[in-house]
């Protein structure tokens, strides 16, 4: 493993004759928290089929097949496990033209919880149809919106603003060829297919936020106090000491039932042709690029990242109108959308490759070709890293060191406890006192436990390995005032 140097001390290599080379990011604190299955996740992963680089992310811990915040780069083969079951798992932020003051009353963020949860249910199964002023749609417009994105005749029948697409990372999916109409020809497939099953019920999840670490957020705004960060934050268009609302979530079950089947669809492949599992892992699959197999799950996918796409800009749009019940006049601006779960083709060390981020997020430089003709040409665009309600959350923006890691860094603090762990040693009186004590307000009766800041890694650690690595440099904080969270597993 190649392990980049973060806290002044001498680049050190470990390079052994079975195993290519892994880039690990992170300080010595950092690295104390990756488990023995994350590093050895990473090293069946760097050692398979079509695989050149590695990247491990300060937030790295164990996932499917791959680490959670690490990113794979392969030129010849697609991997399902390096995305997951939750497909463009992404992070946006809308900004607020509301001083913060004007929610420091507690009264006015429990009228803010309500009008956000009368319109954005929670849950593993929750969608529009339970709650009390969700939104119907018909079969038709979900169809077009899985197939063709955010487009502007999707956006108009959800009522989402166009103009939002614009500060977008991506605002629509096309096929395996370059086009909707594979998307189209595919969905159809699926759909005739006995496993997808529900498809009226799961479309109508579009428009939530789900369990597990998937939240709303409501914060307030501190942007640096040098020039460079006052400079970009005003391109990006953050407002100082401002009300904003940072959501995470994805796919939801649409996404989940797509990646699920394509395990299994590809474990019977390999079990078929004859093919181990690298490491013995069954979730560490891979199809050829140009084969039936790859072009069907870079399809799947495709149909899952446009649901996330129009999920997220949704919310975002019924969190407008929730903010517009309590304050009227109130306005808005979105700043960002952002993924953390997905493979793109893409251009590093000057040739065409499939970058896979598995809880990674990009991190593209000022003047980065990819960025022309967008609003960050001149900046780098905004990435949007949660930590925890307790210590804030960041916003960044890619450095040339980036290069470096294939223009990714982590998608936040990263697990240094598992749920159930978390669940067996976090107490819940300290967990809700701790939330109490920092004043910070949620829609559950109490706080998941294995949501808690403790069970994440100490998120300035994380932040100061991105930052001595030369990854990316720190814009803004963002600290909470409320949080929306699955309430029905909180009441477990």
């Known amino acids: 493993m190649q392990f980049v140097a973060t806290d002044n001390e001498a680049i050190s290599k470990l390079v052994s004759d079975s195993v290519p080379p892994i880039t690990v990011i992170g300080t010595e604190s950092i690295r104390a928290t990756f488990d023995q299955k994350s590093l050895q996740q990473a090293v069946n992963a760097r050692g398979a089929c079509g695989v050149t680089d590695v990247i491990l992310n300060p937030d790295a811990h164990c996932g499917y097949g791959a680490p959670i915040g690490c990113v794979m780069v392969s030129p010849t083969h697609v991997f399902p496990g390096p995305v997951g079951v939750d497909i463009k798992c992404s992070m946006s932020l809308l900004q607020f033209d509301l001083p913060a003051e004007e929610i420091r009353d507690q009264n006015i963020r429990r009228k803010l919880i309500d009008a956000i949860c009368d319109r954005t249910p929670t849950g593993a199964g929750a969608g529009q149809k339970s709650i009390r002023k969700g939104r119907r749609f018909n079969r038709s417009v979900v169809m077009q919106a899985v197939i063709e994105g955010a487009t502007e005749s999707v956006c108009e029948q959800f009522g989402i603003p166009f103009e939002w697409t614009k500060r977008c990372e991506d605002s629509f999916h096309l096929g395996h060829d370059g086009t909707s109409e594979s998307l189209e020809f595919r969905l159809d497939e699926v759909l005739r297919e006995k496993y997808m099953v529900n498809f009226?019920?799961?479309?109508?999840?579009?428009?939530?936020?789900?369990?597990?670490?998937?939240?709303?957020?409501?914060?307030?705004?501190?942007?640096?106090?040098?020039?460079?960060?006052?400079?970009?934050?005003?391109?990006?268009?953050?407002?100082?000491?401002?009300?904003?609302?940072?959501?995470?979530?994805?796919?939801?079950?649409?996404?989940?039932?797509?990646?699920?089947?394509?395990?299994?669809?590809?474990?019977?492949?390999?079990?078929?042709?004859?093919?181990?599992?690298?490491?013995?892992?069954?979730?560490?699959?891979?199809?050829?690029?140009?084969?039936?197999?790859?072009?069907?799950?870079?399809?799947?996918?495709?149909?899952?990242?446009?649901?996330?796409?129009?999920?997220?800009?949704?919310?975002?749009?019924?969190?407008?109108?929730?903010?517009?019940?309590?304050?009227?006049?109130?306005?808005?601006?979105?700043?960002?959308?952002?993924?953390?779960?997905?493979?793109?083709?893409?251009?590093?060390?000057?040739?065409?490759?499939?970058?896979?981020?598995?809880?990674?997020?990009?991190?593209?430089?000022?003047?980065?070709?990819?960025?022309?003709?967008?609003?960050?040409?001149?900046?780098?665009?905004?990435?949007?890293?949660?930590?925890?309600?307790?210590?804030?959350?960041?916003?960044?923006?890619?450095?040339?060191?980036?290069?470096?890691?294939?223009?990714?860094?982590?998608?936040?603090?990263?697990?240094?406890?598992?749920?159930?762990?978390?669940?067996?040693?976090?107490?819940?009186?300290?967990?809700?006192?701790?939330?109490?004590?920092?004043?910070?307000?949620?829609?559950?009766?109490?706080?998941?436990?294995?949501?808690?800041?403790?069970?994440?890694?100490?998120?300035?650690?994380?932040?100061?390995?991105?930052?001595?690595?030369?990854?990316?440099?720190?814009?803004?904080?963002?600290?909470?005032?409320?949080?929306?969270?699955?309430?029905?597993?909180?009441?477990?």
């Open 200 to 492: 009226e019920d799961k479309m109508t999840q579009l428009g939530s936020y789900g369990g597990g670490n998937h939240f709303g957020e409501c914060e307030i705004v501190k942007v640096g106090e040098d020039d460079e960060s006052k400079r970009i934050a005003d391109v990006f268009g953050l407002k100082n000491d401002h009300v904003a609302f940072l959501s995470h979530c994805g796919s939801r079950g649409f996404g989940n039932i797509l990646a699920t089947e394509q395990f299994k669809i590809l474990q019977r492949k390999f079990k078929e042709w004859g093919i181990p599992f690298p490491g013995n892992d069954r979730e560490l699959v891979y199809a050829p690029i140009g084969s039936l197999e790859a072009n069907n799950y870079l399809d799947d996918m495709a149909l899952g990242a446009n649901f996330a796409t129009v999920n997220h800009l949704l919310i975002n749009t019924l969190i407008l109108e929730a903010f517009r019940e309590v304050f009227p006049h109130v306005n808005a601006n979105f700043v960002y959308f952002i993924s953390h779960n997905i493979v793109r083709r893409e251009i590093w060390k000057e040739r065409p490759v499939l970058v896979h981020r598995k809880g990674s997020t990009r991190a593209l430089p000022a003047g980065h070709h990819e960025l022309r003709g967008t609003p960050f040409e001149t900046t780098g665009h905004p990435i949007l890293l949660p930590g925890n309600p307790r210590n804030g959350s960041a916003v960044m923006v890619g450095l040339e060191g980036a290069s470096i890691s294939a223009y990714s860094i982590n998608h936040g603090a990263g697990r240094v406890m598992g749920r159930r762990k978390a669940f067996d040693t976090l107490n819940q009186k300290v967990v809700d006192n701790e939330m109490k004590d920092a004043d910070i307000l949620t829609n559950c009766n109490r706080y998941p436990l294995d949501e808690a800041p403790a069970a994440y890694k100490n998120f300035d650690d994380v932040l100061q390995s991105v930052k001595l690595s030369g990854l990316a440099r720190e814009v803004a904080r963002l600290y909470a005032t409320f949080v929306i969270k699955d309430n029905n597993q909180a009441d477990d």
